[in-house]
């Protein structure tokens, strides 16, 4: 670089610059809600691995990333880095995401969405005759649809497993499935690939585990509940008791924790 001459204090000083740091947006996304896929409309938190990097939130969902590239990244003509990012907001699961810097690509990155998902909620209700009284033993599940490949789990998840995460019959009967999107510990729902149908499922991706029956049953006293109600918009349930079935569209409220679906069957 030019040498330049900088006079301060009544005295002359000749400068050669080493580098020039220029503060610019180093990469931006968007974060939407899993459900809805729509840009986030409420506060959300970032939070870096790093502290030479300024994150800046907006209220439509929209984020950006900026510093001194030169001084962040100093090998980034010669290889790729990458910044370690936690996404939340209230209501919603945390989301770590890896941000991937590729070699000597232009700034500003574009970032694939980003999706939370809503923390999940119980579905409760109460299961009557049309005189009101109470029926016990009805059995509550997901009805499987050609749209919607779901399991209503009687109890959650003990773990989290991905999509491709294999479900099968217990005991064994050569019919399986997979996951298509993850499941959180604590879900109860799992959405499948394929309808399975089975009493008791077993779900694994070959480190963990878990066995556990479909669907929940009402009380003696008509009463049902079922707890980890998540990534999902809504679901057919189905209720059986043996003599009478009836199906109801459950469109799920993440805003309430819990949700109430009464039947009368």
């Known amino acids: 670089m030019l040498p330049r001459k900088v006079i301060a204090n009544g005295l002359s000083y000749t400068i050669v610059d080493d580098v020039t740091l220029d503060f610019r947006v180093l990469a931006h996304g968007r974060v939407i809600d899993a459900v809805t896929q729509r840009a986030l409309e409420q506060p959300f938190f970032i939070v870096l691995d790093r502290q030479d990097i300024v994150v800046k ?55 694939a969405d980003v999706e939370l998902r809503p923390e999940a909620v119980m579905l409760s209700g109460r299961v009557t005759n049309s005189a009101g009284a109470p029926i016990a ?82 009380d003696a ?19 059986d008791n043996g003599a009478t079935t009836k199906t109801t569209l459950y469109v799920v409220n993440y805003a309430a924790a819990v949700n109430q679906v009464d039947i009368v069957l």
């Open 57 to 111: 939130a907006q209220s439509d969902g929209l984020f950006y990333l900026a510093g001194k590239a030169e001084a962040v990244f100093p090998k980034h003509a010669s290889q790729p880095d990458m910044i370690q990012a936690v996404l939340s907001a209230r209501g919603y699961v945390d989301q770590p995401i890896p941000i991937n810097v590729p070699m000597a690509a232009p700034f500003p990155i574009v970032l």
């Open 221 to 239: 006293n008509g009463y049902y509940r079922a707890r980890g109600i998540g990534g999902v918009s809504s679901l057919t349930l189905l209720f």
């Open 137 to 218: 033993g009805t059995l509550v599940t997901a009805k499987d649809l050609p749209a919607q490949h779901a399991l209503l789990l009687r109890s959650p998840l003990s773990h989290q497993y991905g999509s491709g995460a294999t479900v099968s019959t217990v005991p064994p009967s050569g019919n399986t499935g997979t996951l298509i999107q993850t499941a959180n510990v604590g879900d109860a729902v799992l959405s499948m690939n394929g309808t399975l149908a089975a009493t008791k499922v077993q779900v694994t991706d070959g480190v963990n585990t878990d066995q556990i029956d479909v669907g929940v049953l009402s």
